[in-house]
């Protein structure tokens, strides 16, 4: 069955470091976008990063550019979120979603949480 696995969430001080990792399996990976998403308490679900089928397009929202980078590693089915001088406003819960490619069929993981406090 389909399975998308978030890891690499916990709490770090502001101006650090984190990577987020999410495993695929149960589905052709190279088939589909891959995106990154987060909820603080109390918000909307919005989009953080996303990553094309093939790797050769990223997109970012403007609150992270500069700061995360979406990649993803074929051989692995995983994709990664390395993010740097992580704010206070970071703090969220962290999903990893699968977009098929022409098709629109999409999974979500079940998230990963992500809180930056001193």
């Known amino acids: 069955q389909v399975q998308l696995v978030e890891s690499g969430g916990g709490l770090v001080q502001p101006g650090g470091s984190l990577r987020l990792s999410c495993a695929a399996s149960?589905?052709?990976?190279?088939?589909?976008?891959m995106s990154w998403y987060r909820q603080a308490p109390g918000k909307e679900r919005e989009l953080v990063a996303t990553i094309s089928n093939n790797g050769g397009s990223t997109d970012y929202a403007d609150s992270v550019k500069g700061r995360f980078t979406i990649s993803r590693d074929h051989a692995k089915n995983t994709v990664y979120l390395q993010m740097n001088s992580l704010k206070a406003e970071d703090t969220a819960v962290y999903y990893c979603?699968?977009?098929?490619?022409?098709?629109?069929?999409?999974?979500w993981g079940q998230g990963t949480q992500v809180t930056i406090s001193s």
């Open positions: 149960g589905f052709t990976f190279s088939n589909y976008h």
């Open positions: 979603k699968a977009v098929r490619i022409g098709l629109g069929a999409f999974y």
